[in-house]
């Protein structure tokens, strides 16, 4: 079984940072993707950032700029650095993961969530 637990998210005021951390834990073979995601109340989930196991990234426009991701990938985890808040960037963030079992297969892993509130 393979957990993304997640850390960090909070209240912050516009301009404020955060960083969100997310740590993958089980037994498996490697990580490939990794990224967070975000949704707002009545809207649906978005990307907002993820990284490939080789470094890649990619961002969502709204975030270029002002968001980074990165990976630790000796620790299996995934961090996102938020400078420059907005209030609407207030989201749940969800990290997730494409896990390569031990037998091969891939899966697809979300973590629980973790909120970020941005007030005006």
């Known amino acids: 079984q393979v957990q993304l637990v997640e850390s960090g998210g909070g209240l912050v005021q516009t301009g404020g940072s955060l960083r969100l951390s997310c740590t993958a834990s089980g037994s498996f073979k490697s990580i490939n993707n990794m990224g967070w995601y975000r949704q707002a109340p009545g809207k649906q989930r978005e990307l907002v950032a993820s990284v490939s196991s080789g470094g890649t990234t990619t961002y969502a426009d709204s975030v270029k700029g002002r968001f980074t991701i990165s990976r630790d990938n000796a620790q299996n985890t995934v961090d996102l650095r938020m400078n420059s808040l907005r209030p609407q960037d207030t989201a749940v963030y969800y990290c997730?993961?494409?896990?390569?079992?031990?037998?091969?297969?891939?899966?697809?892993?979300w973590g629980q969530g973790t909120q970020v509130t941005v007030s005006s």
């Open positions: 997730r993961s494409t896990v390569v079992m031990n037998t091969g297969g891939q899966f697809l892993y």
